[in-house]
């Protein structure tokens, strides 16, 4: 089936090929993608928008050049270790953290540099068609006048964020460079609603499956799986909380005050995200107690065909079976013997034995309607 | 079934058509109701109330001209984008406070400004005939002569404490303009008690019904129901708890010692409520259990009918099925074959049988009986 | 059943009413009884003991008149509204707290005034013959020479206390005024073990219940009974434990250090409280287990007298049925058909074939003996 | 059975007869032990050994004039109210840690004396040969130049030390007075493990008893019974570790550096008795599994040879019941019937109708291996 | 079946004997192997490796020659007591760590000296083919130009390492002496996941066998052999995690600012490898749900194929037992009787019967589809 190959692989596959190897050595996966480096260089009045793949010598001049402008530098792809290595030193970023976001199996976590820049790392989720959670990394690096992105798609969920940037009326042009993480932080918290609402959607599809007795194949297999999926966004989301906490407890020189506010804003997200998320479990829960007693039901079910089956038929079945018996009226010497079943010789015997039959079939029948057995309840 | 769908659809309404927004965008429902506003305007001495509906600028003007007194701006209604930005500008209130406001799912919480002013959001819970918990938000800005209050229906709790404020002899009315946002948040507390013993009677009743050995259709659906109830309102108190928790961390200056004798008050107030539901939880937990081992006992039942009934018969079938034998008793051409079946050729064969048979029935009853499978344990 | 209603009835009660009304407000409830006042007034060397029922303005005055005394004002009985607001006022109790006097459902705590006076809650538990937790409170406010308590029974559990102090001999009457709280503390914590000793019993009853395979009537109701009450006996104590560790964490000017060593022997024993409480949930949760595996014993045993039945007969049943076929030996024609059951006219067909099915009942038996199930696992 | 009686009745004894005492008061209980008393005396050089029991002045009389050495009063059995009292007046003990070491049921704890001395409990544990984890207590105070220990029983754990400190050789006579505290402490500590291994032997026993598919009688009352000797043994160690933590944060002028380090090494022992514990947990909860779910299996197999025998047999009951049908080939009036049951007077009637029946037994046959109901999965 | 000996006698064995020993006293077990010396010595530019079995002095010597080297060395085995207690002596290492050393079961810790050298307590896993988890444990002692490492086996996962440090071009080599103690334990931790990796396939193959329907033997046995060794990794990676957080929180002068960014780096990991076991318990214990469930379905599939059969041939046999009786048409004195059974004396009674056997299987069988029963679900 392999649902919990993702993760697993992905750890095993980013650590194995490492043990032993001097922490901070950077490995690119063979299945990385080339990289592709876009630029986005704006301020209150001017935006210019650059591809530079390919070209990153040109981007160093641009940036040289340009320092009153803010830019955003996203880097799309990984499958390139020099210029990875590269970019580890034009823009100071320690080895370890340049390891981390090649690495692509990070939790969500914020380090601030002696210099006060920042490193933070998010996970973006996906709710894909065969019901698994797909997440990819998104890596910031803060600097003065620059964010610096990492991540290994070049397709994202930052479109909506680009599109405002574009915009010449977005106030986000004229907020300090800071705001862009915050900007790219929120997006990616944005987008764990549609995550949510589509794990909810198939809950409550299963819910009203069992409900209307419809019970579709593999039944517990697809709440088992659901559950992994909320299981995971949960470890996915709590430390994405715990990283805001820690923004939240930065000294104002790193994180200005006018800022925090909209972290605090994110907080809400994340911790409605999380009480969504147990509401999630309970409901599972809920469903998996559902099944196993509609598995005891079903088998009480049966159970009680069964008997009413046997209990009207046993009975009338030892009775046509008394009277199969081959007791001899006469004992073979024309001796009669009146004992041995007269009944058979009488002119109502055979009507009153079907009398007798059809009035304990009413009987048993009373007592299993008394009992609820014969309604479906 | 749409159990769920209330607290989902609301989150996913209200954060889907956001998702890459700028935040503190205001947006409103398109099913938000035209807002109405009301002012209570009081001093010890002074009582007016008006409705201002439409009238918002003569509103200002009646703030402007009467800072002396205290006000009470109930906002009922979000369904005018202007007017909510209007009063954003002119109550000083943060663009992401606002969009909390009118997003409407939001936890309780508590947060101060820069000048002492408190933006507070309660949770009313109302319990609905379908045994839903239906809950609305209260949020609340505190100024120095104001409280200005919003909501999205115009129907609410809060009459008990306009009736109070009305009241000539009100000792609300000579307390500082804080307490009033102490009171409303009180009322909101108050009104979790009838949700809880709404709640409360509904399990009793579901633990009579087994009991009482009646089993409603679909129990376990109720319990499961019912229990996310409760779960559900565990989730809305304990944030509520926390608020309170955090109002009693203020400084003197902006929550005085005064005041936060009566959060203390309301603090035990929310701790008794989540103890409250703590003990349904429990309550539910063993509704549960005594659900499972009620159809285990059924199924039991179903069984030992289909062990009695069978246990007697079955023997008694055998041996009028071996009396129905054909061995013949001479072998087709005269000579007499002693062995076969000579019971047949008996004077008192059948006599002998049937109660051979009784006494077998005899003894299997006694066993049953001893058993304790014909009384009904 | 009604074992539910005892809190929540009272919760409901006390709260129900207020909804709405301003916090502090004072209300007796119906059933209340009226108040009865007693006063035990003593030092080293005195002691006076007297009831003044209606009497109230004369213990103002002995009040007044002998402040070198100290003073326990015990009021039994809360109906009497303007009474509990003349204690209120001429005490300086706050009305808060009054409320909570009179609510009669409080967790313990306790709260200290700005002159250092106490305010504390108890709860005294009672253990009913019909298996419930009967619990009251005792409210307590401490003054320089006084202690004021409040309790809704006319009986409890302190005459032991009283007793002590009516002896010339005790210690008690030497120590400083703020003992007796800590006397009254430590009588409501020893009277939590002869409940928890009858719940105990009750436990080990059930226990050997099970265990001597003799299963009383609906013996899963009780078992959850207990533990209902087990789990509000904890939630009884846990605050009790909390009200101690605060008070141990009070300053020195409010609890002397040399009083602080007497609370830290209470901590321990409500530790220890909480410890058997714990011990007890342990216990009762085996028993569940016991008693579900039991009932699928139980379900297993009758399966396999059916099963042994069934696989006895069944086979036999064919056997007989077979000789009871009517395959003729002439074809009515006179030709003789001799393989149509010969054995009907072999003349020891009938004895063979009973030794047949004798050792046919023979090998089930063995094989069933092997499998255990004639033996009683 | 009475396995329960250990803890409460100790507890209930120990408290009952003392509800609504004065706290602090003493009580020896009935089936005390008469105490007995024995010194070790020792410094580096020196060692003397001598029982006192009943020359209680003498012992006091050499404390008097050997102050220079560290000594040892093991005080052993509280049958002796007088002599109980004595030694607290003596040793200026509180009657509330006098009562602490007379009640004899107290968790493991340390508490400081104003003038640095500390008054330690530790709880010794036995394992029963019937399944019982019996614990007893340990009191110890320390004092400048002694230790003073009581216990109930004359036998302990604690010859090991004593052998220890015979020795000219141990280091322990040159270390502080103190360290004789930690020693005592570490040997009730080193005998957790021998109770733990016999613990963990018989959950290995009962594990390989299923694993062998032999099943005792009562499984699971053992089972469950051992799981009581687990959370027993874990409340009994957790205050242990509870109790180092705390002198672990003790000041150093109470407790030295130098000692700490063993204390440190200690708590190690503590978390590791801890860790064994919880794995003996999870060991008990997967038996409790592997017990239910082996009920299940037995439940199967039962019904799989019920329904086994059933369906041969019933099919075949069918055909042989078929053909004893009496339906006549003439209508008794000479003239043929030819559709009646023409198979019973046809020459190979009998012999198809057998091979019928085996035709059809061949076909269950193969169905049932095919679904693996005949090999013993 | 022995899978919990690892641990427990491990544990036992090194305790045991040592009951009521001096705390700190050295103990070798008898299976210890023979010790090893291994050095490395190091910097920038040097690399010297020599084994020093059985040449210890000469190791001193070297050691005293060449301060201004790093030493790497490496003690394999313990069964020497002699040079253990030398190298104690040596290196000034506390008996009670070396006791810790020498004990080999020692969850992970880091301990400092006052001279601001730190021991260190690290275990290696190492998953074997039969299920297990193999746990050794690597001590570390560091000094200003030395680490000291301890451990039970010759055969270790430390290569890796070593062949950086033989490399010339290594940083570790440059880096301050400390690192390398990272360095090692940065290498235990990389050997975490190959085991998780293990343990994660093996959850995976029992998942993929349940889901194809083919149920291994002894299924439930290998669930829960497997869910105990996550809960075991899960303890044993717990204390390094927080060892790991123990050093983050040193003071800079006993760990650098700049060895603690590496530490930071390895605590993500011991957190990762705490996350992933996680995810293995929650995959196991839904495991066991799928198991139990599928027992369930295998009940009610026997059930069912019991129920249809005896359905089907249970009516059928009562009519074919009906007319099997045997009641006469004359009552054999010439007169007819014509109600007894005058079916048998129709022409068309055999086939008419026959035929409505037929309508009722064919009824039956419908019933059946409808229910679903005929179908696999």
């Not at 950077?26 to 986005?40: D, G, T, W």
């Not at 020099?82 to 690495?103: I, K, R, S, T, Y």
């Not at 709440?223 to 909320?230: A, E, G, Q």
Request: net charge negative.
């Amino acid at each position: 089936m392999g649902y919990t190959v993702t993760d697993r692989e992905a750890t095993r596959q980013a650590r194995e090929q490492q043990v032993g190897q001097r922490p901070g050595t950077l490995n690119v996966r063979e299945e990385a993608m080339k990289p592709r480096l876009f630029l986005m260089a704006y301020d209150e009045n001017t935006f210019i928008e650059e591809e530079y793949t390919d070209r990153y010598d040109e981007l160093l001049v641009w940036l040289r050049d340009h320092p009153e402008l803010k830019h955003w530098i996203d880097v799309r792809g990984y499958g390139d270790l020099a210029l990875m290595e590269q970019l580890m030193h034009d823009f100071g970023l320690h080895p370890l953290q340049m390891e981390d976001v090649l690495n692509d199996y990070q939790r969500a976590k914020v380090e601030v540099f002696d210099d006060h820049r920042l490193f933070m790392v998010s996970r973006m989720t996906d709710f894909t068609r065969n019901l698994e959670i797909d997440d990819d990394q998104l890596s910031l690096f803060t600097g003065p006048n620059y964010v610096l992105s990492f991540q290994d798609d070049y397709d994202d969920c930052l479109d909506s964020l680009r599109t405002r940037i574009r915009s010449n009326f977005s106030t986000l042009r004229r907020r300090p460079m800071l705001y862009l993480a915050y900007a790219l932080t929120d997006v990616v918290l944005d987008h764990y609603y549609p995550t949510m609402a589509a794990i909810g959607d198939y809950i409550e599809e299963l819910e009203e499956a069992i409900f209307a007795d419809k019970r579709p194949r593999r039944l517990l297999n697809r709440i088992l799986r659901i559950k992994k999926d909320v299981v995971r966004f949960r470890r996915l989301v709590y430390p994405e909380r715990d990283k805001i906490a820690e923004i939240l407890r930065l000294p104002d020189e790193v994180m200005p005050e006018e800022l925090k506010i909209f972290y605090r804003d994110a907080y809400d997200h994340a911790i409605q995200a999380l009480d969504l998320a147990e509401s999630y479990r309970d409901n599972i829960s809920s469903l998996t107690d559902l099944y196993l007693s509609d598995q005891g039901n079903r088998m009480n079910e049966v159970m009680k065909v069964l008997t009413i089956i046997s209990t009207i038929f046993i009975p009338l079945s030892f009775v046509v079976g008394l009277y199969g018996m081959n007791f001899q009226h006469d004992d073979g010497h024309g001796h009669v013997l009146p004992l041995n079943m007269p009944e058979l010789y009488k002119p109502w015997g055979y009507p009153m034995v079907l009398g007798l039959m059809f009035i304990v079939v009413m009987i048993q029948l009373v007592y299993f309607y008394r009992k609820g057995w014969l309604t479906n309840r």
